[in-house]
């Protein structure tokens, strides 16, 4: 229960009504099922404060993603990685761990396509886009 105070009279703004619906759909969420698919982590680590010159403490963390045996990609912006929730967030969060030692403060991004009942996303997706660059 969301307990509102409010003055007499008043009807409440739009940012108290932004929070109800988010509590109400929080509540009454329903657990997400998995078949077996896979999902997609596109994420970044980056260490803070330590200058421009990141890219020993992003290696440290791209070697945590190709040690875990999980299909993955990076490029200049974001490592991709592809298994089930579990793996790839234990991977993202090894990864953030491996950084660590290289600052205090280490700003992560990730972005998720998590989609039930497909396998292979990573290079499907990849694949589908070349195809249709082609044609």
Same mark, same amino acid.
């Given at each position: 229960?969301?307990? *509102?105070? +409010?003055?007499? $009279? %008043?009807?409440? $703004?739009?940012?108290? *009504?932004?929070?109800q619906l988010i509590f109400q759909s929080i509540r009454h969420a329903k657990p997400s099922r998995h078949d077996g $698919?896979?999902? *997609?982590?596109?994420?970044?680590?980056?260490?803070?404060? #330590? =200058?421009?010159?990141?890219?020993?403490?992003?290696?440290?963390?791209?070697? !945590?993603v190709r040690a875990s045996g999980l299909p993955n990609q990076t490029d200049a912006m974001f490592t991709s990685i592809? =298994?089930?929730?579990?793996? !790839? /967030?234990?991977? #993202?969060?090894?990864?953030?761990?491996?950084?660590?030692?290289?600052?205090? %403060?280490?700003?992560?991004? #990730?972005? *998720?396509?998590?989609?039930? $009942? !497909?396998?292979? =996303?990573?290079?499907?997706? /990849?694949?589908?886009?070349? +195809?249709?660059?082609?044609?």
């Open positions: 229960m969301l307990l *509102i105070a +409010r003055s007499p $009279g %008043r009807s409440p $703004g739009p940012q108290l *009504i932004f929070r $698919g896979s999902m *997609i982590a596109a994420f970044s680590v980056t260490p803070l404060g #330590i =200058g421009e010159d990141v890219a020993e403490a992003v290696a440290a963390a791209v070697r !945590v592809e =298994g089930d929730w579990d793996e !790839v /967030m234990s991977v #993202i969060k090894e990864a953030v761990e491996a950084v660590k030692p290289f600052a205090n %403060r280490v700003s992560t991004v #990730i972005k *998720i396509d998590d989609r039930a $009942g !497909v396998t292979d =996303g990573l290079s499907r997706k /990849m694949e589908s886009l070349e +195809r249709h660059l082609a044609g």
